[in-house]
């Protein structure tokens, strides 16, 4: 991570879980593997840019093993204050898996390209200051 006193920089992130879970005595242990790469830049304080890899996999024995899910995204952000920004996104998912594939409305196995345009309006705790 770096990022200097003008609010510009980049960040690189990851994370890699697995889901290992007993069905029951003679029954298949169901196994999933998630992970994700994010890179951010910071091109000053109100405007981001960032990617993002996506990594998906399920064992399922009754058919031939592994299904496999990737997704790349890319995308633009602006923080136009300190509450508020918006996000404009394209994200293309191939081999969808079953969930996946019912979120977007394509069947499982297919691809899809999307498009998000994200509002974000949020206010939290924060010491007091002159508007």
């Known amino acids: 991570k770096h990022q200097n006193l003008a609010h510009a920089g980049f960040t690189l992130e990851g994370e890699w879980l697995r889901r290992w879970q007993e069905q029951g005595t003679g029954v298949t242990t169901a196994i999933n593997d998630g992970s994700y790469l994010l890179a951010t830049a910071a091109l000053n304080r109100n405007w981001h840019l960032f990617s993002r890899f996506d990594y998906s996999r399920e064992y399922v024995p009754a058919t031939t093993g592994w299904l496999k899910e990737s997704a790349?995204?890319?995308?633009?952000a602006w923080k136009f204050s300190e509450f508020q920004s918006v996000t404009l996104q394209y994200k293309h998912t191939r081999k969808a898996l079953a969930e996946m594939a019912g979120d977007l409305g394509i069947a499982a196995g297919a691809n899809?390209?999307?498009?998000?345009?994200?509002?974000?309006?949020?206010?939290g705790p924060h010491g007091a200051h002159p508007y």
Not at 72 to 76: R, V
């Open 72 to 76: 790349i995204s890319a995308g633009l």
């Open 112 to 123: 899809a390209n999307a498009m998000y345009l994200r509002w974000v309006v949020a206010i």
